[in-house]
């Protein structure tokens, strides 16, 4: 099949990869869209992984206000190069972080970074909740697993749905960036403020 320059266009608008990235997606795959689009996420997490382990000391700082000044968040979002830092799409996806960390209120970054005493808390909560339904103890065990993992993945900003695009984590977000931008890209730290809280 032919490619077009309409149809690697196309692509591009729909990935945001670069114009030969796209053009080889497509004809890798005979023109079909959306084959070339799972091909291109497919190699972005091949970048992503490659990447994981480069220092990224340059970055920017969002910040997000909403409700009349009554919910805010900032978030530092951090890359290897500042030539990325200063790119549309980089200030674009950390403005947007800023305004999911409002919308969503998370506790940490990752599991690993949630505080002891509240998981601790709310796994005693679901023991007693599930000894009370009267499950026997191996079942037990599974239920608490469960609702604990569920737990976890609605209180750790990698693993949150993002507000504008419920179908993506934010970890999944986060890899499609460093596909698009060639460079690794993390989330060093957020705050959220709410007035009287």
């Known amino acids: 099949m032919k490619i077009t320059s309409?149809?690697?266009?196309?692509?591009?608008?729909?990935?945001?990869?670069?114009?030969?990235?796209?053009?080889?997606a497509l004809s890798e795959t005979d023109g079909d869209m959306e084959k070339a689009v799972d091909l291109l996420r497919q190699k972005g997490l091949a970048v992503a992984a490659k990447r994981a382990g480069r220092a990224t000391s340059e970055g920017t700082i969002e910040c997000y206000i909403h409700?009349?000044?009554?919910?805010?968040?900032m978030v530092e979002l951090s890359c290897e190069s500042d030539f990325v830092?200063?790119?549309?799409v980089f200030k674009e996806?950390?403005?947007d972080l800023a305004l999911h960390i409002a919308a969503s209120?998370?506790?940490?970054?990752?599991?690993?970074?949630?505080?002891?005493?509240?998981?601790?808390?709310?796994?005693?909560?679901?023991?007693?909740q599930a000894l009370d339904s009267g499950k026997p103890e191996n079942i037990v065990e599974k239920?608490?697993?469960?609702?604990?993992?569920k737990f976890l993945a609605e209180i750790c900003l990698l693993e949150q749905k993002f507000v504008k695009n419920p179908d993506l984590t934010i970890q999944e977000l986060i890899t499609d960036l460093i596909g698009k931008m060639g460079e690794s890209?993390?989330?060093?730290?957020f705050s959220r403020f709410q007035v009287g809280v």
């Open 67 to 73: 409700a009349g000044g009554k919910i805010a968040a």
């Open 185 to 189: 890209i993390s989330v060093k730290r």
């Open 143 to 149: 239920m608490v697993g469960g609702k604990m993992d």
């Open 105 to 128: 209120n998370p506790i940490a970054i990752t599991r690993e970074e949630v505080p002891e005493d509240v998981v601790a808390r709310e796994k005693e909560i679901y023991i007693q």
């Open 85 to 88: 830092a200063k790119t549309d």
């Open 93 to 95: 996806f950390a403005r």
């Open 6 to 24: 309409q149809m690697v266009k196309d692509l591009r608008d729909k990935t945001a990869a670069g114009m030969m990235d796209c053009k080889k």
